[in-house]
Each structure stands twice: as C-alpha cells, then as structure tokens.
C-alpha cells in the first residue's frame, strides 16, 4: 500500500512538472523590441493578458509608495519571466529588474558624457596638434607608462619567502610547535576556526625576516582540521613549504626536556625567552565547555608549561585566552627584541581596558 501510494505521489508531481514546463515553453520570449513584445502579449489568452495587466498595476502601486520596482515600459520587456513566479519571487525579481535598468542608464548617460566630451575635444582641435620631435619622449615613468623596476609577482614573493625560511631553518632557527591533536574534541565550526587561524600563523612566520621552525605534531590526515586546512592551503602536500607536518605527537618527534606548554591558565609564568627551548602551542578553540585539555596533556606527560606575563603589561579583561596568530606574531616579535611590552602590541586591544 504505501508503494503504491509513493508511485501516485510520483505521478502527481510529475504531471505537475510537465503542465509547468508546456506553459513556461510556450511563453518563453527573448525579444527585448516593445512592439514585438506587444505583439507578443495580443497573441496570449484573456487570462495570461489579465495577470500581465495586475503585474503592470502592481508596479505603478509600488512606485507610488517608492519601492524598488522598475519601471512599467521596462517591466512589459520581462514580463515574460514573471508568469511562473510566486509572490516573494515576483517582488525579488522587481529588485533585481530596477537594479538592472538603473544600471542601464547610469551607463547610458556616462556614454552621453563621454561623447559630449569627445565632440568638444574635436571641435577644438586637440587631437589634430602635433608634438614636435624634440618633444616626444621615449621613456615616460609613472602610471600607466614605463617604470623603472619590473613587475614582481606574488608567486615569486612567495617563492622567495618560502626559500628564505627554509633557509632560516637550516641555518638552526628556534623550533615553535602547534600540538594539532585535539581536532576530535571540536566541532567542525572550531575546526574550521583553528584551520584558518594556523593559516594565518603559518603566513606571519613566512613574512618575518627572523622565522620560526614551524612544526604541526598531532595531525591525524584523517581529521576535520586536516581537511579544513587543506582548503586553507591547498599547496601544503604538492609544494616545498616551510612546514613541518608530523602525525607522531610532540613528545615523541622533540626531546621532553626541551618542550614547553604555552597555556593561559596556569600559575606558572613565563618570565625569559630562550632560543634552546621548544615551545608549544594547542591548537584548540573552545567556545562552549573550556576543558582543561592541554594542562592535563602536559601534566600527564611531565612537559613543562607556563603561561605568558600579560597580566603584567596589560590590564585584562576576564578571558585571557590568544588566538593561535596572535601567539605566533607575539612570539616572533619577543624572539627578535626580547621585550615583553612590544610582543604584546600584537595581541587584540578588545583584551584589554
């Protein structure tokens, strides 16, 4: 029984489609000409020439109470589009069609400009002077002419960038590491946040001219985070970036006695830098329940962790927490002047009083 009522139910919604197709086929109507248009709608039965008549009504009502309609001679061009559509996509397609036909005549009218302009212009013989030789010059910088440098493209840029961070990392630089293991305790909306917050983190150490190494440990390809990273940086698998990726956690990849958590709530402080340390971020966002996730990871791990002075150089408000680029650019700029007071310039005023 309920087969068969799937298979009438079928059948309905079919035959209802064909009847709309057979009308929608038959009032199908490209020409933009008004007599042909008019000529057009006379062809039409008593019923189709009366729902055009409530169309033009309706229009000249609503431009009466200044409502984005067009105009009645620019509607009778489209009037065609209008048979099938219900209400709210008849009032849509009347914002869409004054849009349209003020555009038009926004163009139309600086054509009509333009045109006046040239005819002046002719008439009063600019364009039939003559420069004479001496004047006419070879080599003009500015807009729009010669320049003295050459162009340089942002692929190039990043090739150059690229190439001078992995030349930083070779040289020794300091190891800074986003601990990406946390991806199942989020939902895809904060894993799509970290994604883009870790692309911004990756693009300010790319930029600074004293880089990190940077280090994602805990990837699992088989994540959300991965996924949202991968349309962040569709490169990161096919080019030579200066991004290290590790599925294996960051106590097994780095030494522990080198590693230190970087967490907010914490008694311990971060009092100096230091260029031997490893320091690592988590990559997580919780905007409901705030575990305390890395704490627990850290402690179970016997890793050292520390939280950043803020509170020290600035007055805070009640959530202390950075984002992962905000940590990133306050950990560059502590890395080249070890002065606290400028490495929080990077952090987001809305923080502070």
């Known amino acids: 029984m309920l087969r068969t009522m799937l298979l009438s139910t079928r059948i309905q919604v079919a035959s209802k489609w064909n009847v709309i197709h057979a009308v929608s086929s038959q009032l199908r109507f490209y020409s933009k000409n008004p007599d042909e248009v008019q000529q057009w709608i006379s062809t039409l039965d008593e019923a189709q020439q009366n729902r055009i008549r409530f169309f033009q009504n309706e229009v000249t009502l609503k ?3 200044a409502e984005s309609v067009p105009t009645v001679e620019y509607l009778t061009t489209n009037v065609q589009h209008l048979m099938n559509l219900s209400n709210n996509q008849r009032i849509k397609y009347y914002n869409y069609l004054n849009k349209t036909e003020a555009s038009i005549a926004s163009k139309s009218g600086k054509d009509n400009i333009r045109e006046k302009i040239q ?10 002077e003559e420069k ?9 910088y500015g807009f729009g002419k010669n320049a003295l440098i050459p ?7 990043d090739k ?4 001078r961070t992995l030349w930083h990392e070779h040289l020794g630089a300091p190891k800074l590491i986003y601990d990406c293991s946390y991806s199942h305790y989020m939902t895809p909306r904060e894993n799509n946040e970290v994604a883009k917050q870790l692309t911004i983190a990756f693009g300010n150490n790319r930029r600074h001219f004293q880089s990190y190494e ?4 805990g990837m699992d390809k088989q994540s959300m985070l991965w996924s949202s990273l991968l349309k962040k940086i569709p490169t990161i698998t096919t080019k030579p970036l200066p991004l290290r990726i590790h ?5 097994e990849v780095f030494p522990k006695e080198k590693l230190v958590l970087l967490t907010p709530n914490l008694p311990n402080v971060l009092r100096e830098y230091n260029n031997d340390d490893h320091y690592v971020i988590s990559s997580i966002v919780d ?9 627990a990871k850290a402690k179970e791990l016997n890793i050292r962790h520390a939280r950043l002075p803020l509170e020290q150089y600035r007055r805070c408000r009640m959530n202390k927490a950075l984002t992962l680029d905000q940590t990133m650019s306050i950990m560059l700029e502590l890395k080249r002047t070890r002065d606290w007071n400028k490495a929080f310039d990077f952090a987001a005023g809305r923080k502070f009083y």
């Open 247 to 251: 599925k294996a956690d960051a106590s």
């Open 214 to 217: 940077l280090n994602f440990c």
């Open 119 to 128: 005819e002046e212009k002719t008439s009063m013989g600019v364009f039939d």
């Open 63 to 65: 431009r009466d109470q």
């Open 151 to 157: 162009k340089i493209h942002g692929r190039t840029i």
């Open 132 to 140: 004479p030789a001496s004047d006419q010059k070879y080599i003009e």
């Open 160 to 163: 150059w960038r690229n190439t």
């Open 287 to 295: 905007r409901g329940d705030k575990k305390p996730l890395s704490i």
